[in-house]
């Protein structure tokens, strides 16, 4: 019932940006705080960005003044706008929703940032 699925990664030189796009399916969505989370070869998944309900985001040092989380609770659809990529970014990213004290994840988004 529940799914979530992440689009929009792919290749992009050193200072371009993408957007990235997570649309969930089986939940009202609206009262639910999401994340985006990233996770590169050898390397620990790690939080980027989380958005309230309401819109509220915080951000991980790395990406702060780079990234932007947002959310259109009409089109149940979570979006990461990043800005001045750097090789360092490249990973999977992930979004995940807090549903009933349970997160759950998407299958993630390749993003690959050349140097």
């Known amino acids: 019932q529940l799914q979530l699925v992440e689009s929009g990664g792919g290749l992009v030189q050193a200072g371009g940006s993408l957007r990235l796009s997570c649309v969930a399916s089986?939940?009202?969505?609206?009262?639910?705080?999401m994340g985006w989370f990233r996770q590169a070869p050898g390397k620990q998944r790690e939080l980027v960005a989380s958005i309230t309900s309401g819109g509220i985001t915080n951000y991980a040092d790395s990406v702060k003044g780079r990234f932007a989380a947002s959310r259109d609770n009409a089109k149940n659809t979570v979006y990461l706008q990043m800005k001045s990529l750097k090789p360092e970014d490249t990973a999977v990213y992930y979004c995940?929703?807090?549903?009933?004290?349970?997160?759950?994840w998407g299958q993630g988004t390749q993003v690959t940032v050349s140097s």
């Open positions: 089986g939940t009202t969505f609206s009262i639910n705080p």
């Open positions: 995940k929703i807090l549903l009933q004290g349970n997160n759950y």
